[in-house]
T-cell receptor, first 117, second 112 residues
Framework: AQKITQTQPGMFVQEKEAVTLDCTYD???????LFWYKQPSSGEMIFLIY??????QNATEGRYSLNFQKARKSANLVISASQLGDSAMYFC??????????????FGGGTRLMVKP | NAGVTQTPKFQVLKTGQSMTLQCAQD?????MYWYRQDPGMGLRLIYY???????DKGEVPNGYNVSRLNKREFSLRLESAAPSQTSVYFC???????????FGPGTRLTVT
């Protein structure tokens, strides 16, 4: 079974509007972390935001927020007031604690976001 | 502060040739990782090093070897390159608190 699923291969959003990128995960480990990364066309991977499984509040970092619904095992990324520079691939990733001495991340397949002017 | 650096940025190899991808980080991180990213896909872990002196296999280790030269440097070697190893290779190191990984700029490798 896929550990991280991103069901939206591509999305469009109008500039200045908000957009939600979906991520669902599968784990039986009670202690885990969820991460979002941005990959612009230049290719680098940029860390955006982190949510721990025991965190009581949803994470926020500037225009990025994470809509964490633990019972549904979803960790959707919300980008407010989209900008043209937000056009990129976005990857969701998870780190489990159990049987993960190397603290490895498992990545989803990504969502390509395109911001329209 | 350079973060994670990788060399080379681009490389073209013929089938059967060997090469080493270099990676260095200046953040004093213990753990380092090598990933590959195939077109239109997410990242897959090749090898990792949880600390200086240790290395372990990831999801797709076949055809690769690694060396953790010291705390800063983690190299990836292709002994006999194959076209299936055409990919973009990323090195990363792990932050100590939340566990986020910081990535290098990547190496685009083509094997003909």
């Amino acid at each position: 079974a896929q550990k991280i699923t991103q069901t939206q291969p591509g999305m469009f959003v109008q500039e200045k509007e908000a957009v939600t990128l979906d991520c669902t995960y599968d784990t039986s480990d009670p202690s885990y972390g969820l991460f979002w990364y941005k990959q612009p066309s230049s290719g680098e991977m940029i860390f955006l935001i982190y949510q721990g499984s025991y965190d009581q509040q949803n994470a926020t970092e500037g225009r990025y927020s994470l809509n964490f619904q633990k019972a549904r095992k979803s960790a959707n990324l919300v980008i407010s007031a989209s900008q043209l520079g937000d056009s990129a691939m976005y990857f969701c990733a998870m780190r489990e604690r159990y049987n993960n001495a190397g603290n490895m991340l498992t990545f989803g397949g990504g969502t390509r976001l395109m911001v329209k002017p | 502060n350079a973060g994670v650096t990788q060399t080379p940025k681009f490389q073209v190899l013929k089938t059967g040739q060997s090469m080493t991808l270099q990676c260095a980080q200046d953040m004093n991180h213990n753990s380092m990782y090598w990933y590959r990213q195939d077109p239109g896909m997410g990242l897959r872990l090749i090898y990792y090093s949880a600390s200086e002196g240790t290395t372990d296999k990831g999801e797709v280790p076949n055809g690769y070897n690694v060396s953790r030269l010291n705390k800063r440097e983690f190299s990836l070697r292709l002994e006999s390159a194959a076209p299936s190893q055409t990919s973009v290779y990323f090195c990363a190191s792990r932050g100590p608190e939340r566990g986020e990984q910081y990535f290098g700029p990547g190496t685009r490798l083509t094997v003909t």
